[in-house]
């Protein structure tokens, strides 16, 4: 998200209020210079201050319904039919896209100079890449906008519900590609779709599994409630 900066703001106090640090509104701004030295009126990126991941508990399905974007519809069992054939833009699948860079470290995927690299915003911190990630694979794959990239969450999430071309649909509906919007304590994680293993749904996107908290591009289950799961109708 961006905040236009008001006299009387500090990085500090606004770090406070956001949820952040000095350090990551710093890395998120790199124009800033002295970190006690901001000016009314700029406008400020703001980092998401939480994007957390962890895998799902065994044994257990992922909570939610997509349609009503609820948080609490029980546990979703996998359809007869499994997931089928993913979706596709002009460009191809964002979950083919998505695919080929399994294991890809954020913070370098962000930095190559063509596909999704060259989309994703590289001043997003390396532990809250994954709406930059997923907004990236969609416009690979020709069904978003470099408008509509977000690395917010909840402003892709928005950005989806306004497209005409995508629509709400419940988890048992879901195609690979997909993409799912999560909450996670305070914060959210949004992943894509990547179809069903042994009952459970599985989810591909930019996680925080390595060691130091960064994220890395894998492939999963979860067990965190739903707030939404978009599909691309195009």
């Not at 799902?56 to 029980?74: H, L, M, W």
């Not at 306004?162 to 914060?187: C, E, I, Q, T």
């Not at 749904?201 to 965190?224: E, H, K, P, W």
Request: neutral net charge; aromatic residues 6%.
């Amino acid at each position: 998200m961006s905040y236009r900066i008001q006299s009387g703001d500090t990085l500090s106090g606004l770090a406070k209020r956001y949820g952040t640090s000095v350090d990551s509104l710093m890395k998120a701004n790199p124009d800033i210079q002295n970190k006690d030295l901001i000016y009314a009126g700029k406008t400020l990126n703001i980092p998401g201050s939480r994007d957390s991941f962890e895998p799902g508990t065994q044994g257990q399905g992922v909570r939610g319904g997509g349609t009503g974007g609820s948080s609490g519809a029980g546990n979703v069992t996998a359809p007869p039919g499994g997931a089928g054939p993913g979706t596709r833009g002009p460009g191809g699948s964002p979950f083919d896209i998505a695919m080929s860079h399994m294991g890809k470290n954020a913070g370098s995927l962000k930095l190559e100079g063509s596909g999704v690299g060259a989309d994703m915003e590289d001043w997003v911190p390396n532990n809250v890449n994954c709406a930059n990630f997923v907004s990236a694979c969609l416009e690979q794959a020709g069904q978003i906008k470099d408008s509509q990239h977000s690395a917010s969450v909840m402003t892709l999430q928005g950005n989806l519900d306004r497209d005409p071309n995508f629509k709400r649909v419940d988890l048992k509906d879901a195609k690979p590609g997909d993409v799912v919007s999560m909450k996670v304590g305070d914060g959210q994680h949004v992943v894509m779709f990547a179809g069903w293993k042994d009952g459970k749904a599985q989810f591909i996107g930019s996680n925080n599994v390595n060691s130091d908290g960064s994220q890395r591009i894998s492939l999963t289950s979860m067990n965190y409630p739903i707030m939404s799961v978009h599909q691309y109708q195009g």
